[in-house]
């Protein structure tokens, strides 16, 4: 026998069907994600020494004083990378969404750390040239960008397909 509920047309809530995120909603996710899980990497590399280079690097074009070397200045360091993850995570979905596979995330990520390395590098005061860091900052952040770059790639690109399979038309705008 059919409930109240059901006659009156609602549905019952554990019979309704979720509706699946956006693609856009998606790639949102995934820089976010990407950003706060490879920030905090870094923060963990940056705390045992193995790089010279904080979060809180992110913050030095635009923070004033000591604070941004603290602890505080590191997290807000770390939400700073996961904002600017989302602009990282659409540029991708507009490059290169439609190549399956790690080689584009793992260059993805190289094309980053030189970005940020080399040219980026006059903007950010506190970042010193590449000829005056040591060889375990280089090695280190160079493979942080590098699976970041995964991450980033590897998932916007995997989501895609998948969503093609699935019937789901995605436009590369």
């Known amino acids: ?4 509920s059901q006659k009156d047309g609602q549905e019952l809530e554990q019979n309704k069907k979720e509706q699946p995120l956006s693609f856009t909603t998606k790639v949102i996710n995934i820089g976010i994600a990407g950003g706060l899980i490879w920030g905090l990497i870094g923060y963990v590399t940056y705390l045992f020494k193995f790089t010279k280079i904080p979060p809180s690097l992110i913050l030095s074009p635009w923070a004033l004083g000591e604070w941004k070397n603290e602890h505080l200045g590191q997290w807000i360091g770390i939400i ?19 190549i399956n596979n790690m080689l584009a995330g793992l260059g993805y990520g190289i094309v980053l750390w030189f970005i940020v390395f080399y040219l980026l590098n006059p903007m950010f005061p506190d970042l010193p040239s590449m000829m005056k860091l040591d060889k375990n900052t280089i090695v280190t952040t ?10 980033i790639g590897y998932s916007i690109s995997f989501e895609y397909h998948e ?8 436009s590369n705008k």
């Open 1 to 4: 026998m059919e409930n109240e």
């Open 163 to 170: 969503n093609q399979q699935n019937g789901a038309s995605y």
């Open 142 to 151: 160079l493979c942080l960008y590098v699976l970041y770059g995964v991450f």
């Open 80 to 98: 700073a990378i996961a904002i600017v993850s989302i602009g990282v995570a659409f540029i991708y979905r507009a490059t290169m969404v439609k």
